[in-house]
């Protein structure tokens, strides 16, 4: 028996597999783009099969669609939504603009799957189901997309920042326990004023937890939805009250807050809002970067770099170096990191590129955001767990440095000025010997008044040493 079927479509004829619920379109984009072998998103998937589901129902209610064919179709999209024939959405994220091929998808997995439900085979002529007619009523790949694209971010948001809140809250932790360790603070990679370890890390912490309010305000845009716009933004095909409709039932199905759109066609000519959450999700990277940077450095040795802190053991870090171990959560955050930076330029190049009534580019940025968000979770949960909540601390490395210190006499600049300060700090590291013993050998201060105004734990609290 042969292993295809054949399905029609204004062209003309295609083979497509014997058992896919999909039909010619789908096959014909197979075809076309077989550009990277990925398929689309979960969220993705999840998003426009919503969109047909609560479509359909909405339909039902106002009379527009028959009842047994609406409940067929809204059975065949709680079935995927529940995790059912995901194998049937085939089409590469790289392919024709504007994301026809993955609309006509999702609507020819869903009618011949309620065409199933209804008792008929996929390859039977007088299966009542139409992609286009029934799945796709009132809608368009124009609509369809932009609102699938905001849905998907949306599915995933709470998941996002649980992770950054959790990566908070183990930080902010370690802040806690290290609070009591002085330290050399460092800016332009060299020595300055001391710092305490909690004051450092707990930095890190604040900096993503300020990055989660901006997130969450640039998703606060991706909640008005342009769903009922149709092809143009006019609501052609549509019925007046559709576009309305739809945002209740897609807010009840989902449980995701929405809000209709004050300007149908600027939801759809305009990408600023993916473009705009894309750019928080950039942020978000950029801050993560440079804090496993820090983490890095500040790990560099063991016994040749700064080794304030050490990284858990996770995997022997050298194939010719017996007993070496590297950093290997914070060089993966690092890598996922710039990842999600170069994802966020071709988004918003992606959304510089629309022309008129519609961003044909729409399948990347799609892609790109879930992409990003599937990274960002993934790589700070991992580094959070098996990093940021067994990173050690090496006290007496930590102590140790801040001992030799000679930028410790900025303390004392108000008691014996900048000029006699510098000579102190040149002498210190000329003749390798501490602040206190120079400033002493010079007459500057007496031991009594030294010990007062050298206490580094009062140095990282502010304020003017007498």
Not at 180 to 202: F, M, Y
Not at 276 to 295: E, G, K, P, Y
Not at 320 to 332: D, R, T
Not at 367 to 393: C, P, W
Request: aromatic residues 6%; proline residues 4%.
């Amino acid at each position: 028996m042969a292993d295809f079927r054949i399905e029609k479509d204004s062209i003309g004829e295609v083979h497509v597999p014997k058992d896919a619920l999909y039909a010619a379109q789908t096959q014909r984009a197979v075809q076309n783009f077989p550009i990277t072998g990925m398929k689309p998103w979960p969220a993705f998937i999840w998003s426009m099969v919503m969109i047909k589901r609560a479509a359909a129902e909405v339909h039902k209610d106002l009379g527009l669609l028959d009842d047994k064919i609406a409940d067929a179709i809204m059975q065949a999209g709680d079935e995927i939504l529940g995790g059912q024939f995901q194998d049937h959405f085939v089409v590469d994220p790289f392919q024709a603009g504007a994301g026809t091929s993955h609309n006509m998808n999702v609507n020819e997995v869903m009618a011949n799957r309620a065409n199933q439900i209804l008792g008929y085979s996929v390859e039977d002529p007088q299966k009542p189901v139409h992609p286009n007619d029934h799945v796709n009523m009132a809608q368009s790949t124009n609509d369809t997309i932009p609102t699938a694209i905001r849905l998907g971010v949306l599915w995933r948001f709470d998941e996002l920042i649980d992770t950054l809140q959790h990566f908070v809250d183990v930080t902010y932790k370690k802040a806690e326990e290290w609070d009591d360790v002085v330290k050399t603070g460092r800016t332009h990679l060299q020595d300055a004023v001391p710092v305490r370890l909690g004051q450092e890390v707990g930095a890190w912490a604040k900096a993503i937890q300020r990055q989660i309010e901006k997130v969450t305000f640039a998703a606060e845009g991706l909640r008005r939805l342009g769903i009922g716009g149709t092809a143009a933004g006019t609501g052609l095909n549509a019925h007046p009250e559709y576009h309305a409709r739809m945002i209740q039932k897609l807010t009840k199905l989902s449980g995701i807050k929405l809000y209709e759109s004050d300007d149908l066609f600027e939801s759809m000519q305009s990408m600023q809002d993916p473009v705009f959450f894309s750019a928080a999700l950039r942020n978000v990277a950029m801050d993560l970067t440079r804090i496993s940077n820090d983490i890095r450095l500040l790990s560099a040795g063991p016994t040749t770099g700064i080794a304030e802190l050490t990284c858990p053991t996770v995997q022997p870090g050298s194939s010719i170096m017996p007993g070496k171990v590297n950093p290997v959560l914070a060089e993966m955050l690092n890598q996922s990191m710039y990842h999600v930076m170069g994802n966020d330029t071709a988004v918003n190049m992606a959304g510089a590129a629309g022309q008129f009534e519609l961003n044909v580019m729409m399948p990347i940025i799609s892609h790109n955001l879930n992409e990003m968000m599937q990274v960002m979770i993934g790589s700070v949960r991992a580094f959070t767990d098996k990093l940021m909540a067994g990173l050690i601390l090496n006290r007496e490395n930590a102590e140790g440095w801040l001992s030799k210190n000679p930028i410790l006499v900025t303390a004392l600049n108000p008691i014996i000025g900048y000029n006699n300060g510098a000579k102190v700090a040149k002498t210190s590291l000329a003749e390798n010997k501490s602040v206190r013993q120079v400033v002493l050998e010079l007459g500057l201060m007496s031991a009594e008044e030294l010990d007062k105004a050298l206490d580094a734990r009062k140095m990282t609290e502010g304020g003017i040493a007498k």
